[in-house]
């Protein structure tokens, strides 16, 4: 059997500290139709972010860095960080939606996550 290296330890122990986080916060953030759950995923490369009515379980809106509009941008990830807060943001008031629960997802609240949120609050959304 192969020595496993210091890195798949530490990543794997970053994953299983990350899951952690994001059960200990969504004990308390629930999304509601009334105030729907901003939900984020990072990747190393992309960010996935949806609105969430978890009474029924629908996501209602989505954006990404996936998304044509923004595939082309050529800038830094917290640079298309900010551009997907401000399409989620324009997309949510497309669809009703003003008020929201910010569930970060187990990730630290800096850097990337910060810029998304800001863009989105500067945008128009509540948290």
């Known amino acids: 059997m192969a020595p496993k290296t210091a890195f798949s330890k530490h990543t794997a122990a970053r994953t299983v500290s ?14 509601t139709s009334e105030r729907p759950r901003l939900v984020v995923n990072r990747s190393t490369r ?8 978890d009474t029924v379980g629908h996501t209602l809106v989505s954006a990404s860095t996936m998304d044509a509009s923004l595939r082309s941008l050529e800038a830094d990830k917290t640079e298309k960080a900010k551009k997907v807060g401000e399409l ?8 009703g939606i003003t008020k929201v629960v910010f569930d970060r997802g187990g990730n ?5 996550i910060a810029a998304l949120a800001d863009s989105a609050r500067e945008s128009g959304l509540e948290f």
């Open 46 to 53: 992309h960010m996935f972010v949806q609105i969430v009515d």
């Open 88 to 95: 989620l943001a324009q997309r949510a008031k497309d669809a």
């Open 18 to 31: 990350r899951a952690r986080r994001h059960r200990r916060v969504r004990k308390n953030v629930v999304g």
């Open 108 to 112: 630290r609240y800096a850097g990337r």
